[in-house]
């Protein structure tokens, strides 16, 4: 039986906070056909997703997406890298009318985000 996403994510926080491979509390690594098993689903719906990462972020925990795995850490985790400083955001301002939008970037009209 499928599990629904707050079971799913309840599970992640979980994995992030045992101990393996020596460590604990740290990002890790889930590989899709693993999170899928996990979910008990066939297939990963993106409203599935970013219900799981809704539901994270209610914790600080996040769920980010790659294409061969995901990532699941606290914010705190990602604090250490660096900021672009305004001064360098600014530099590209100028240069956005210059981009080409890739069709992945763009959103569907009736999506949220």
Same mark, same amino acid.
């Given at each position: 039986?499928?599990?629904?996403?707050? +079971?799913?994510?309840?599970?992640?926080?979980?994995?992030?906070?045992?101990?393996?491979?020596?460590?604990?509390?740290? =990002?890790?690594?889930?590989?899709?056909?693993?999170?899928?098993?996990?979910?008990?689903? =066939?297939? $990963?719906?993106?409203?599935?997703?970013? +219900?799981?990462?809704?539901?994270?972020?209610?914790?600080?925990?996040?769920?980010? =997406?790659?294409?061969?795995?995901?990532?699941?850490?606290?914010?705190?985790? $990602?604090?250490?890298?660096?900021?672009? =400083?305004?001064?360098?955001? +600014?530099?590209? $301002?100028? $240069?956005?009318?210059?981009?080409?939008?890739?069709?992945?970037?763009?959103?569907? +009209?009736?999506?949220?985000?």
């Amino acid at each position: 039986m499928a599990r629904t996403a707050a +079971e799913t994510a309840n599970i992640l926080s979980r994995l992030y906070h045992k101990k393996y491979e020596g460590l604990d509390f740290d =990002p890790f690594r889930i590989a899709w056909p693993q999170l899928r098993s996990l979910a008990a689903v =066939p297939c $990963l719906e993106k409203s599935f997703l970013k +219900e799981v990462s809704e539901v994270l972020a209610e914790t600080d925990h996040c769920l980010i =997406p790659f294409n061969n795995f995901l990532l699941v850490a606290k914010g705190d985790d $990602l604090s250490h890298y660096r900021m672009v =400083p305004d001064r360098i955001v +600014e530099q590209y $301002l100028s $240069l956005s009318e210059d981009f080409v939008v890739d069709e992945d970037d763009i959103c569907d +009209e009736d999506d949220e985000s």
